[in-house]
């Protein structure tokens, strides 16, 4: 199981992005999932998350600004972003919160993912 984001690019302030992570191979189930961002230098922190049943939290620094929704039919978590701000710049990895289908045998095991990250520049 992976999971792939991309839609990070480079956007001048007051602008918009949307990143998109997808999880790639069988599973059990999908609960939480989230995005994070690491700025240089800076602690990787909880951007927004998102239940499986649609419920919301965000970051004060972002509430407002950005919204995250999810597609449950396609395994997909979206990270709408507007009135971006050069403070926003930073790599944003998608997480999530899961029990992979390894076939014929495989255990039920709850375990965090991580995509690859994507990287999210605001300048002028």
């Known amino acids: 199981v992976q999971l792939q984001a991309s839609g990070g690019g480079l956007v001048q302030p007051g602008g918009s992005l949307r990143v998109s992570c997808v999880v790639v191979?069988?599973?059990?189930?999908?609960?939480?999932m989230g995005w994070y961002r690491q700025a240089p230098g800076k602690q990787r922190e909880l951007v927004a998350a998102?239940?499986?049943?649609?419920?919301?939290n965000y970051a004060d620094s972002v509430r407002g600004r950005f919204t995250i929704s999810r597609d449950n039919a396609k395994n997909t978590v979206y990270l709408q972003m507007n009135m971006l701000k050069p403070e926003d710049t930073a790599v944003y990895y998608c997480?999530?919160?899961?029990?992979?289908?390894?076939?014929?045998?495989?255990?039920?095991?709850?375990?965090?993912?991580w995509g690859q990250g994507t990287q999210v520049t605001v300048s002028s």
């Open positions: 191979g069988s599973i059990f189930s999908l609960n939480n």
């Open positions: 997480n999530a919160n899961l029990a992979p289908d390894y076939g014929p045998g495989s255990k039920y095991k709850v375990s965090d993912y």
């Open positions: 998102i239940t499986s049943g649609g419920h919301t």
